[in-house]
């Protein structure tokens, strides 16, 4: 995971760590430390989202154990309020 991140959020000052259940909060926290603790995260959460919001970044961990990452493109109208 942590090869992922580095490369497709580079420029990344913070991170949202969603679990696998809504009843668990999300938390955001510095984007270095999901970086140092991308693995851990990876290997005892069966499945968990990470969303970098300077990069528009999300990047799902599933069941199956696969990586997904995908770029969130803003909508115009949304950046002119």
């Known amino acids: ?9 580079p420029k990344a000052g913070s991170v949202v760590l969603f679990w696998g259940s ?15 603790f991308a693995d851990w995260i990876a290997e005892r959460s069966a ?14 961990s599933s069941f199956a154990g696969m990586l ?3 770029a969130i493109p803003l909508r115009r109208s949304v950046l002119r309020g």
């Open 1 to 9: 995971m942590r090869d992922f991140i580095d490369r497709y959020a």
């Open 22 to 36: 809504l009843a668990i909060p999300g938390v955001k926290f510095a984007a270095d430390s999901a970086v140092s």
């Open 68 to 70: 997904t990452i995908a």
């Open 47 to 60: 499945e968990c989202w990470l969303y970098y919001p300077d990069d528009q970044v999300l990047v799902e």
